[in-house]
């Protein structure tokens, strides 16, 4: 136990504070619960066709995030999408990102914590479903705000103010996400369209982009934010057979051949804290992800970064 680092969220956030605090020589656990890695940088198969279901692309406006996206172009994991000069995406896909960073890294995939409390030796405790207990001497937190508090309250723990205040303010916007393959091309744009039309918000084809070019035609669709909420619980005919209507200008004269409806509960936050990340000493507990800098894929990654440096500072020999 002694060193230990326990990470919960194998996102973006998560891999690189994992990384950065590997490579200072941290004994580094990642918990996930789900079977892949990624988080919202996903990408999901159904029958021949392949989709960027979550993140579509992402962009590199700052320096330190410049930076690792040029080590990644370079590696061969990231690209240009085609016919953008400022969107980025994964090579082959967008999981492709996170794949690599996990490489070498502790991570336990399908290690579910249900709660996280402080032993009275200043040590954590995490319940994991299924799989016992894990003591670790520090703690970060990458899930989404809501979900991470759930289980700091599931183990007792209370948070300094004003810091536990602004952390539960934090609420998240869900995205309903269509997954629609088609008999012929589709009438979308190489580079996606921001849709804004209805309930619409986003819609690319898969093939265009050029990750799934054994069907005609895989095309993504995200519901608009008020949309998402309204529909969220809703039956996937009904949801479908919405976005599919407000999705057909772009959808030409082809057939839809298959559709898969996916709930995204925790999309994007309404609001921010308005730093990188926190890192409580007292607590020797931490938080980064989205919520934490801004609400892109990049503020993601410079929080997970953030958050780090931060602990590595509290490293001891």
């Not at 899930?143 to 536990?164: K, R, T």
């Not at 303010?169 to 996400?177: D, G, M, Q, R, V």
Request: some cysteine.
């Amino acid at each position: 136990m002694k060193h230990t680092i326990a990470i919960i969220g194998a996102g973006l956030s998560g891999l690189l504070a994992a990384r950065t605090l590997a490579t200072r020589g941290a004994r580094v656990v990642v918990l996930e619960k789900s079977r892949g890695v990624g988080g919202r940088m996903a990408t999901k198969r159904v029958g021949d066709a392949v989709f960027d279901h979550g993140a579509q692309f992402f962009t590199a406006r700052n320096d330190v995030f410049a930076a690792e996206v040029r080590r990644w172009e370079v590696a061969g994991l990231a690209q240009l999408w085609p016919d953008s000069e400022h969107r980025w995406t994964g090579r082959p896909t967008m999981t492709a990102i996170s794949k690599h960073l996990a490489s070498g890294l502790t991570i336990q995939r399908e290690h579910k914590v249900t709660a996280a409390r402080r032993h009275e030796c200043g040590c954590w405790e995490l319940d994991i479903e299924n799989h016992g207990m894990l003591r670790a001497e520090r703690l970060i937190l990458t899930s989404p705000v809501p979900q991470s508090l759930a289980l700091l309250d599931a183990g007792g723990v209370v948070l300094p103010e004003p810091a536990g205040a602004v952390l539960r303010s934090i609420t998240y916007h869900p995205c309903l996400a269509l997954l629609v393959v088609l008999d012929g091309p589709s009438d979308l744009p190489t580079e996606g369209v921001a849709a804004k039309v209805g309930p619409l918000r986003w819609a690319a084809d898969g093939t265009k982009k050029g990750i799934s070019s054994q069907v005609p035609a895989a095309v993504t669709l995200h519901a608009s934010a008020d949309f998402s909420a309204e529909h969220y619980g809703r039956p996937e005919a009904e949801v479908t057979a919405l976005l599919l209507a407000a999705a057909r200008p772009w959808l030409g004269k082809s057939g839809v051949v298959s559709t898969t409806l996916h709930r995204w509960k925790f999309s994007e936050p309404r609001s921010e804290f308005g730093a990188d990340c926190l890192w409580i000493p007292d607590l020797t507990l931490g938080f980064a992800g989205d919520a934490f800098g801004s609400a892109r894929v990049e503020g993601a990654a410079l929080s997970g970064l953030a958050i780090g440096e931060a602990v590595a500072k509290h490293l001891t020999p």
